[in-house]
């Protein structure tokens, strides 16, 4: 659960060979070619504002779509901004924002392959949403997959982009946002295909894992399974290591997600008084280097994870409390520095226990972000069996 998400090493030659390329179509979308200068920020426009109460409408249903030219990716692609109906964890309608990406070219029989992505922690503000960034957050990833001959749909999770509350850090929540974006993206673009998978890259690997055990309710028979690089660790279990490191800062966020999630839970019963000035600074900006942190012993109140609220934020966002539907396949390394190599082998051996099926793939001494580009091939071998009906394979005891 990266604070910042850290440069990703994907190399150009890797996206190469793996790039399925074919011929130009016809979409009136206009078409994207490499490299962005600065600034790497994009305005936050009209086309993000709704009214609060909004106009009624069911989950995933979509509620208006633009073209637009302005990311920068190392592929060749055409993209839609999307904005469409969910539900907040209290099931009061919200709008959330997104990214529609596909191929340049023609689509295959049946529609593009869908990777339904599951970003990293960006912050809580509205304009911290990666699709106000010009390579959304984690380009060089997402093209890998445009390069391979996949869609992506992207969502911000409602109250990024969008003027919602954003409940961070919430594994539920941003997982029924990514569910709900699948139809909306759709009805935007026709050329998607009706089978997807999930996937995301720190704390979007819990996101993506998240929609893999919501899916077990929803029953999508064409839903495949879930793919989690790096950051697989349950909150409860990774707050002490954050209390005591350079990420503490992603405490305070965890108490606007519980408040955003809990409203009746007293944020001064979790952080102390040095915190609170942050707590107020986070919900209006996306960097908060500029803001003096307190030191780990002056963040937190003593006993704060006695709360009750924070008790059920917990319960709600561990893995492993109802079974997935589809394969998973969870990547990490041992050299990250914010979430402990044990914690995922933790969270791991809990999906084995309820008779998930896990690959789960290893690599020692490499961090988060290096494990992006060396996995390469073991994220588009199983991406292609998922998508061709192949058996999934798992290495669960």
Same mark, same amino acid.
């Given at each position: 659960?990266?604070?910042?998400?850290?440069?990703?090493?994907?190399?150009?030659?890797?996206?190469?060979?793996?790039?399925?390329?074919?011929?130009?179509?016809?979409?009136?979308?206009?078409?994207? #070619?490499?490299?962005?200068?600065?600034?790497?920020?994009?305005?936050?426009?009209?086309?993000?504002?709704?009214?609060?109460?909004?106009?009624?409408?069911?989950?995933?249903?979509?509620?208006?779509?633009?073209?637009?030219?302005?990311?920068?990716?190392?592929?060749?692609?055409?993209?839609?901004?999307?904005?469409?109906?969910?539900?907040?964890?209290?099931?009061?309608?919200?709008?959330?924002?997104?990214?529609?990406?596909?191929?340049?070219?023609?689509?295959?029989?049946?529609?593009?392959?869908?990777?339904?992505?599951?970003?990293?922690?960006?912050?809580?503000?509205?304009?911290?949403?990666?699709?106000?960034?010009?390579?959304?957050?984690?380009?060089?990833?997402?093209?890998?997959?445009?390069?391979?001959?996949?869609?992506?749909?992207?969502?911000?999770?409602?109250?990024?982009?969008?003027?919602?509350?954003?409940?961070?850090?919430?594994?539920?929540?941003?997982?029924?946002?990514?569910?709900?974006?699948?139809?909306?993206?759709?009805?935007?673009?026709?050329?998607?295909?009706?089978?997807?998978?999930?996937?995301?890259?720190?704390?979007?690997?819990?996101?993506?894992?998240?929609?893999?055990?919501?899916?077990?309710?929803?029953?999508?028979?064409?839903?495949?399974?879930?793919?989690?690089?790096?950051?697989?660790?349950?909150?409860?279990?990774?707050?002490?290591?954050?209390?005591?490191?350079?990420? #503490?800062?992603?405490?305070?966020?965890?108490?606007?997600?519980?408040?955003?999630?809990?409203?009746?839970?007293?944020?001064?019963?979790?952080?102390?008084?040095?915190?609170?000035?942050?707590?107020?600074?986070?919900?209006?900006?996306?960097?908060?280097?500029?803001?003096?942190?307190?030191?780990?012993?002056?963040?937190?109140?003593?006993?704060?994870?006695?709360?009750?609220?924070?008790?059920?934020?917990?319960?709600?966002?561990?893995?492993?409390?109802?079974?997935?539907?589809?394969?998973?396949?969870?990547?990490?390394?041992?050299?990250?520095?914010?979430?402990?190599?044990?914690?995922?082998?933790?969270?791991?051996?809990?999906?084995?226990?309820?008779?998930?099926?896990?690959?789960?793939?290893?690599?020692?001494?490499?961090?988060?972000?290096?494990?992006?580009?060396?996995?390469?091939?073991?994220?588009?071998?199983?991406?292609?069996? #998922?998508?061709?009906?192949?058996?999934?394979?798992?290495?669960?005891?």
């Amino acid at each position: 659960m990266r604070f910042r998400s850290q440069v990703l090493s994907v190399l150009w030659a890797t996206t190469q060979f793996l790039a399925a390329g074919a011929p130009a179509q016809s979409l009136t979308t206009p078409k994207i #070619r490499k490299i962005s200068p600065a600034p790497r920020t994009l305005p936050l426009t009209e086309f993000y504002d709704t009214p609060d109460p909004l106009p009624p409408g069911k989950p995933s249903e979509l509620i208006r779509f633009e073209p637009f030219d302005g990311y920068r990716l190392s592929s060749d692609f055409r993209v839609v901004r999307i904005l469409y109906h969910s539900r907040s964890p209290a099931g009061k309608d919200v709008a959330v924002s997104g990214v529609v990406l596909i191929p340049d070219g023609t689509p295959p029989a049946g529609g593009w392959p869908v990777v339904a992505w599951a970003h990293d922690f960006t912050g809580s503000a509205r304009a911290c949403a990666p699709s106000l960034l010009k390579n959304l957050n984690e380009g060089p990833l997402l093209s890998m997959y445009l390069n391979a001959g996949y869609a992506v749909v992207a969502s911000d999770y409602a109250g990024l982009g969008t003027n919602f509350p954003h409940a961070a850090l919430d594994m539920r929540s941003n997982a029924v946002d990514v569910i709900d974006s699948i139809p909306a993206a759709r009805s935007a673009l026709p050329q998607l295909g009706a089978k997807w998978v999930s996937a995301g890259y720190s704390q979007g690997g819990l996101v993506s894992l998240g929609v893999s055990e919501a899916e077990s309710e929803i029953g999508d028979p064409n839903y495949l399974g879930a793919l989690a690089i790096s950051g697989v660790a349950n909150l409860q279990e990774l707050y002490p290591s954050l209390a005591q490191g350079p990420s #503490r800062a992603l405490l305070v966020f965890l108490a606007e997600g519980i408040k955003t999630v809990f409203p009746d839970f007293q944020v001064n019963q979790m952080l102390a008084d040095n915190a609170i000035p942050m707590y107020h600074y986070v919900g209006h900006a996306c960097d908060v280097s500029s803001i003096p942190q307190p030191s780990a012993n002056e963040m937190l109140k003593p006993g704060w994870e006695s709360d009750r609220y924070v008790n059920d934020f917990f319960i709600r966002n561990s893995l492993g409390a109802r079974p997935a539907r589809g394969p998973l396949i969870v990547i990490s390394g041992d050299a990250d520095a914010e979430v402990p190599f044990a914690l995922t082998s933790a969270a791991v051996a809990r999906l084995c226990g309820q008779k998930d099926q896990v690959l789960s793939i290893h690599y020692p001494g490499l961090n988060a972000s290096a494990i992006i580009g060396n996995s390469a091939n073991e994220q588009f071998s199983w991406l292609r069996a #998922r998508f061709a009906g192949l058996p999934a394979p798992g290495n669960c005891p």
